[in-house]
Nanobody, 117 residues
Framework: QVQLVESGGGLVQPGGSLRLSCAASGSIFGLYDMAWYRQAPGKQRELVAKITRGGTLIHADSVKGRFTISRDNAKSTVYLQMNSLKAEDTGVYSC???????????WGQGTQVTVSS
């Protein structure tokens, strides 16, 4: 079982940047594919970016060229660097871990990102 704790959210002006972090504990980090999801008010949760155990990256079309997901296995942490933020990026960002064999998934508690002037 893995525990996930996000940090780094906050209020930022349009065009600004934030870096989200998700620290994992309780299991071997390298056994998990990691992802960031977000949920805007009144909308369904959507995948923002994913990074597999092997380092394969997937970014949603809406964030390509602006957001970058990365992982540091030595620190058991996954990051989401968000640049050129827009108002439509506002939402609760949650960290997700999926075990590569069992496909059991875990979620963090989420961190709020608000993009507003």
């Amino acid at each position: 079982q893995v525990q996930l704790v996000e940090s780094g959210g906050g209020l930022v002006q349009p065009g600004g940047s934030l870096r989200l972090s998700c620290a994992a504990s309780g299991s071997i980090f390298g056994l998990y594919d990691m992802a960031w999801y977000r949920q805007a008010p009144g909308k369904q949760r959507e995948l923002v970016a994913k990074i597999t155990r092997g380092g394969t990256l997937i970014h949603a079309d809406s964030v390509k060229g602006r957001f970058t997901i990365s992982r540091d296995n030595a620190k058991s942490t996954v990051y989401l660097q968000m640049n050129s933020l827009k108002a439509e990026d506002t939402g609760v960002y949650s960290c997700n871990a999926v075990h590569f064999i069992s496909r059991r998934e875990y979620w963090g508690q989420g961190t709020q990102v608000t993009v507003s002037s």
